[in-house]
């Protein structure tokens, strides 16, 4: 049985994730509090026939046990032989503020005393031992509503058992650096296709931008440097049982040298792994 634990802070998308899930085939629970996990789970495990597909949300609305006992819960859940991945999901504390100031919700946190932002951080803390077991976070400060869907299907479905997800993603530092990275490489070191003429209004996968990135030695050389590291280390993620791993690349605007740059190594990784995806947050 394979059982995808959802966790995250108020307003960044859990349930829509739980949504694309239950649409995808997965039995879903919302709402479960974290000291009925373990026995959730060897109840379906010892159901005949048990459920192949199970995702339940965990999260801060249920403070009934500490989260710092999550660690020995999810490692009692696999030692039931259950397959058990967490998919952590978050946000910057201005989209999550903007989020609930729109839709007029309460945060679960909020109290008399306790202001919006106040419970926003206090949230973070208090889910901080979830986090850090995550097997996968998604920032979805910069993700609308269809394409938090796309990557709840590709980095949580469609992955191929025992095996590495590897997302290159591309971003402008100028509209902040992803939350979910495990890597972060910063390319504005190369030439910017932005202030050659004609180039501007393209982005990093147009022809143009393609021949003229290519064209310059530095970021040849930039490209077999990247690739020369992310080489030695990939095996060593993956013989710690990484599920996923997300290698952000960051230009200016996130629309020519990063997308560029994600495109060559996506295609260059490709050559010996299945499971390699990519993402442009910031390409116009």
Known sequence: MKLI????????????????????GYYCVDNLPLGLLQAFAAELAATQPAPERVA?????????????????IKAAI?????????????????????RFSETRRKHPLTASNVALLEAIQRERTVLEPVRDLADSCIDTSHTQYHELRELIRQRVDRRPLDTMSLQFLSFGYKHGI???ADFVFDVRSIPNPYWEVGLRELNGRDEK????????????????????????????????????????????????????????????????????????????
């Open 209 to 284: 931008v393609v021949a003229f990135l290519d064209s310059q030695p530095t970021v040849t050389e930039m490209l077999e440097s990247l690739t020369e590291f992310l080489e030695q280390w990939f095996p060593a993620f993956e013989d710690d049982n990484r599920a996923y791993l997300t290698v952000a690349i960051g230009c200016t605007g996130g629309n020519h040298r990063s997308v560029y740059v994600v495109e060559r190594l996506a295609a260059r990784f490709r050559e010996g792994k299945s499971d390699v995806l990519v993402r442009h947050r910031d390409m116009s």
């Open 178 to 180: 992803p939350l979910d």
């Open 5 to 24: 634990v959802i966790s995250g802070l108020s307003g960044a998308g859990k349930s829509i994730a739980l949504n694309v899930l239950e649409d995808l």
């Open 56 to 72: 339940a949300v965990i999260d801060a609305r249920n403070l009934s046990v500490a989260f710092d006992r999550f660690p020995d």
């Open 78 to 98: 696999r030692a039931q032989g259950v397959d058990c991945e967490v998919v952590f999901l978050e946000a910057d504390d201005n989209v999550i503020t903007k």
